[in-house]
């Protein structure tokens, strides 16, 4: 993908990763340890997931197109070396958010008191308090993770594109 009337199709996609990434990983947290937020969030996070996990390879291959249009800097590598990092960050992400969604779908479908006639196989253990919690500490890892990805990522690319580009008069003062 090259151009979307006329822009760089890469600074716009990189939006939606900058704003989805981050919101997906904070509800991938609000999903893990508030079980109100997981009846109501866990299907919605898991699509949202899932979906950034598909635009990464898009955004970073828009990248790669524009990369091959622009002069070549230091700080141009470093960003596509990063760049590279976020399908990582987002992978986790989108798991978790499935593996969250697994186990609502399973407790919501386990009776109350299970009996041996209406006891059913869960895989994901969505009544055990030790594999939640460790589905809450490996949730607020991941998402820090991708957050602080998302960042860097963000960062190196800004500073590859405005880095010399800014004067410190404005345009109304003109040159000098």
């Not at 699509?47 to 091959?68: C, D, K, Y």
Request: hydrophobic letters at 55%; glycine letters at 6%.
């Amino acid at each position: 993908m090259g151009t979307v009337n006329g822009l760089p199709a890469h600074i716009l996609l990189v939006h939606a990763i900058v704003v989805l990434l981050p919101l997906a990983a904070l509800l991938l947290v609000l999903t893990a340890v508030w079980p109100a937020a997981r009846r109501r969030f866990a299907g919605p996070n898991a699509i949202l997931s899932v979906l950034v996990v598909a635009l990464v390879p898009v955004t970073t291959s828009a990248g790669e197109w524009l990369e091959h249009r622009v002069t070549e800097t230091a700080l141009l590598r470093d960003h596509t070396k990063l760049g590279d990092t976020a399908i990582w960050a987002a992978l986790p992400v989108a798991l978790l958010a499935l593996v969250i969604w697994w186990r609502q779908q399973e407790a919501t479908a386990a009776p109350e008191a299970p009996t041996a006639a209406t006891r059913r196989r869960t895989y994901l253990a969505p009544l055990s308090l030790s594999i939640t919690r460790v589905v809450m500490v490996l949730a607020v890892i991941i998402a820090g993770g991708a957050v602080y990805d998302t960042y860097r990522i963000g960062d190196s690319g800004s500073k590859a594109a405005w880095t010399d580009k800014l004067s410190s008069a404005t345009a109304q003062d003109g040159p000098g």
